[in-house]
Each structure stands twice: as structure tokens, then as C-alpha cells.
């Protein structure tokens, strides 16, 4: 993963990613599945399982597939538990499962993240404590933590001092602290590129290379999928499509700068509108449910953002041409009522190569993010023979032993 992109090593990296993926999203293949369908050659296929299995990640068996004797290849489970932590603006979501990508256990809890990261962190290690309690295993089961947080992270080395997007986090490194607490390595990624990550694997965005996830919450986020990669950019902030300048002459956002698309469309500014005529309204989740219950207000709040938001995904589209756009976040529970005026304003504002671009909604809900956490945790253990051989940790997140 550290490779330079295009290279023969990056393209080997790629390979043996893809297999893995493809075994893991179908529990268990033939190798002549295997090349089916990752396209890759059966010669390439036998190099890479064999490679794999001796390095314990994979496990072959005999077995019998389409009636036929063949080996078979599965995800090796006995390598212990991952955890996934997500932080939100207002809850923490823990998730443990194995390397097959079974989810064994979860909790949520609901909190003010923002106020203090030392409660954040306290309240993550104990609900990892439950869990692994819960699952009757001991902590040394537990391989590696993948964490999001609703903010855009610099690259490994640097605390998000220079960010006052999460106040009460400054100067902190989420990686380090949470891998001093859980006594494993800690990847950490922001909250939209792993919500890609788990709608890759688990939802929406399964079978697809090229991808935006946008979230649409408290604050506005694209996770960007480039040929199967998160894209993360030079300084790990790629996706923050909350912060584009909509409107120069509006309100002063939280980033310093003016009309940026989350004073448009964040849950805050969204409550604000809505609170002369709908006193009683205090979550996005309230105003969701009231739209979906036939109230016309909300549904006009939603769908004027909902073309804020398709303004972005045209322009997202042009740029990046993903094959698909997928919608999570809280707002994303309004389904069609946020999906259909998203959808028209794709051909409105998009060059006409990209204006039949699919919009569709997150299939994990809110559990996107903590799955794509468990994702990057179980990523960095298949990496992790790549990362001792590197002196550098890789570029596309940050990575944190205790
Ligand atoms: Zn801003």
C-alpha cells in the first residue's frame, strides 16, 4: 500500500487486496471462482492463494465445488478479533468481529463526542471491554481497532490541532491514545472514507471500483473509492465536500470560511429552519421521521437540501466519474424524500458523460462507518508483513501501535 501507484508492486498490492475481498465477501470460493470473478488470471490467482495461505491468511481445504473435486479457499478465522470505534458528533458505535468479517457483537452509546476526548476515549475502551466480555473472549484476542472520526485526519505524526472542525479534540492523536488504551494497533481514517469502506464490503458498493460515498449528518462528507482504493489525498483530506464555498456572501462556517455547503445542509442549520413552525423538532432523526409521515415542511427542508447536496454530487461526479454515488448518514433514513431531488439535480448540474450516474442509498445505514472500521483494522493485519518491511507506515492512514 505504501507502493507508488501504477507500479508493478502497487498493481501485485492490488491483486492479492481484490482476493482477498472477493473471498471474503462470498465466505467461501474455488480458486476457478476466485478468477472469475476478480478477472484476474487462474495462474495469478494459484500465486497469490498460495502466497497468502502460507502467510496464514487464507485457508485451503478439499472440498467439492460446482461437482467437481477443487480446492477450497476461505478467510483464516483463527487469527483472533478486531474492533471497530466510530465516533460521531453525538454517539460512539463499537463493533468486534472476526476475520471472516462475521460481526459478533456491537454497542452504541450516545454522548456530546465533541466536548471531550479523554470521556470519548474512556467510554470506547469500556464498550470494547463489554463486548469482548460479552463474546467471553480475553483482550489478547483482539488483533487490531480501526477508528473514524467526524473529521478529516492529517497524515500519521500530526493531532488534529489545525482542524477546529471536532472542538475538544485539539492536539490529540486518535490512533496513539486509543492504541495506548486497547493494547493494539490503531488505524484511523475520517468517518466518510470508511463509511465507503464498509459500503464497499458489506452494501451498496459492492463489486464497484470506483465509488462516492456521501454522508449527510451533523456534518457533510465523501468518502472517494479510485480503483478500489479510499482515496485519501496528500494531506488526508480528501472527500471534505462539506466545506466547498456554495454561497461566498453566507454565514461564517465552523472550518472560518463562508457558505460552505454544511451551513446549507449540516443538521444544525437544518433544526434552525425548522424551529418556528415545528418547535418540538430536536434531531435530524425527528425531522426524518416527520417527513417520512407525510409532513410538508420537512419534506421541503429535506429536499432543498437534498439539491445542495446533488448540486455537490454533479460537480463530485464530474470530477471524479465514480460509477456510483451512495448516500448514508442520519438525513439518508429519509430515503426518496432526500433521494429523488438528489437524483434529478445529478443531469441538471453534471457534464452529460456522467449524467446518468446511479444515486442510491447506503444499505448499512448507520452502521457504515463502524463497519468500515473493522474493514481498515482487518486490512492493516493482511498488511501488516508489507508494513514491517517498510520503514515508513503507509500514506493512506494513520497507523499506531501501542
Ligand atoms: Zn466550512
Redesign the pocket.
Same mark, same amino acid.
Given at each position: 500500500m505504501t507502493h507508488r501507484p501504477g507500479s508493478q508492486a502497487s498493481l501485485r498490492a492490488a491483486n492479492i487486496h481484490r482476493v482477498l475481498a472477493t473471498v471474503r465477501a462470498h465466505g467461501v470460493l474455488s480458486q476457478a471462482e476466485i478468477a472469475r470473478l476478480t478477472g484476474l488470471s487462474p495462474a495469478s490467482v494459484s500465486n497469490i492463494v498460495h502466497q497468502l495461505g502460507d502467510r496464514g491468511a487464507v485457508e485451503l481445504s478439499p472440498g467439492i465445488r460446482g461437482g467437481r473435486r477443487a480446492q477450497e479457499v476461505r478467510i483464516c478465522s483463527a487469527d483472533g478479533l478486531v474492533a471497530g470505534v466510530d465516533f460521531g458528533h453525538r454517539h460512539i458505535r463499537v463493533a468486534v468481529a472476526d476475520l471472516r468479517f462475521d460481526v459478533l457483537a456491537e454497542r452504541r452509546h450516545a454522548c456530546d463526542v465533541g466536548a471531550s476526548s479523554a470521556t470519548a476515549f474512556a467510554v470506547a475502551e469500556k464498550l470494547v471491554a463489554e463486548v469482548l466480555d460479552e463474546l467471553g473472549v480475553g483482550r489478547g484476542e483482539l488483533k487490531a481497532a480501526g477508528v473514524g472520526l467526524p473529521a478529516p485526519l492529517p497524515p500519521t505524526g500530526s493531532s488534529l490541532a489545525s482542524w477546529p472542525?471536532l472542538p475538544g479534540w485539539e492536539d490529540i492523536d486518535p490512533a496513539r491514545d486509543l492504541a495506548q488504551r486497547l493494547e493494539v494497533p490503531v488505524v484511523a481514517d475520517n468517518d466518510a472514507n470508511l463509511g465507503a469502506r464498509g459500503e464497499l464490503h458489506f452494501g451498496a458498493g459492492r463489486g464497484v471500483a470506483n465509488l462516492a460515498y456521501v454522508k449527510a449528518a451533523t456534518g457533510l462528507g465523501a468518502g472517494l473509492v479510485v480503483d478500489g482504493y479510499v482515496y485519501r489525498g496528500f494531506a488526508g483530506s480528501a472527500g471534505?465536500i462539506?466545506?466547498?464555498?456554495i454561497d461566498e456572501t453566507g454565514p461564517v &462556517?465552523? &472550518?472560518?470560511?463562508?457558505? &460552505?455547503?454544511?451551513?446549507l445542509v449540516g443538521a444544525p442549520y437544518l433544526l434552525e429552519l425548522i424551529r418556528r413552525s415545528h418547535p418540538d423538532l430536536r434531531t435530524v432523526e425527528d425531522l426524518v421521521a416527520r417527513a417520512l409521515a407525510g409532513d410538508g415542511g420537512c419534506r421541503r427542508v429535506i429536499a432543498d437540501a437534498a439539491r445542495h447536496i446533488g448540486f455537490v454530487a454533479a460537480n463530485l461526479c464530474n470530477v471524479v466519474n465514480p460509477e456510483r454515488v451512495v448516500v448514508g448518514g442520519d438525513l439518508a433514513a429519509a430515503g426518496d424524500v432526500l433521494l429523488d431531488p438528489l437524483r434529478a439535480s445529478i443531469p441538471r448540474y453534471a457534464v452529460l458523460s456522467v449524467a446518468g450516474t446511479p444515486v442510491v442509498a447506503a444499505e448499512t445505514g448507520e452502521r457504515a462507518e463502524v463497519l468500515g472500521a473493522l474493514v481498515l483494522a482487518a486490512e492493516h493485519l493482511e498488511h501488516r508483513h508489507e508494513h514491517a518491511a517498510s520503514p515508513t507506515p503507509a500514506r493512506h492512514h494513520r497507523v499506531q501501535s501501542p
Open positions: 472542525i471534505e462539506g466545506h466547498l464555498t &462556517c465552523s &472550518c472560518g470560511n463562508r457558505g &460552505c455547503l454544511e451551513t
